[in-house]
């Protein structure tokens, strides 16, 4: 259902509640009601809308030396750079769902950036706060679609105890998927 429906509803609701309280004398009470009522519609509105996620048009993952590419139609290629090989595999709606749904967390993680801050990101790289090993490789998310442009990435040396259960769950991402073992990870 849309907004403007639910909102509908909560307007006719509240004016139902402010009908059946106007037996009350007090002037300030009648006030009250006719203050509260876009407040109530609102609250109304807001429990009963389900929020969609906006729309993926594309997904890219970037790990060493494999570049993937899905659209929402489930549409994939690859490119492992380190061999030249490269293909296309197609995704049924379920599975492109499924993976849609498990990268969501990583989209709305506080870590997600917004392209406008990509270039940034890049150039300062990526801030670790505990034991850091080099060479471990790590992994990139970019959801693009008409109202999304942002990014995730990781990287699998930043204190990698603290982060196991993430880089597990990262790494199953890119497992569910037909395409080739990506290069140096751990």
Request: net charge positive; aromatic share 8%.
């Amino acid at each position: 259902m849309t907004v403007d429906f639910w909102v509908f509803r909560a307007s006719k609701a509240a004016g139902r509640l402010a009908t059946t309280c106007k037996h009350s004398t007090d002037k300030r009470s009648s006030i009250m009601q006719k203050r509260m009522m876009p407040i109530f519609a609102l609250a109304v509105a807001i429990v009963g809308c389900k929020f969609d996620k906006p729309v993926v048009e594309r997904l890219e993952i970037s790990v060493p030396g494999l570049a993937i590419l899905i659209d929402r139609k489930g549409n994939g290629n690859f490119k492992q750079s380190s061999t030249g090989k490269s293909g296309r595999f197609l995704l049924s709606a379920d599975k492109w769902d499924a993976l849609r749904d498990r990268t969501e967390p990583f989209r709305l993680s506080p870590d997600t950036i917004p392209s406008s801050k990509i270039l940034e990101h890049l150039m300062h790289g990526s801030r670790c706060d505990g034991p850091y090993a080099t060479d471990n490789g790590g992994i990139s998310f970019h959801w693009i679609g008409p109202s999304l442009d942002q990014y995730y990435d990781v990287d699998y040396g930043c204190d990698r105890e603290r982060y196991k259960t993430r880089n597990d769950e990262l790494r199953s991402i890119l497992k569910s998927l037909p395409v080739p073992e990506p290069d140096r990870l751990p």
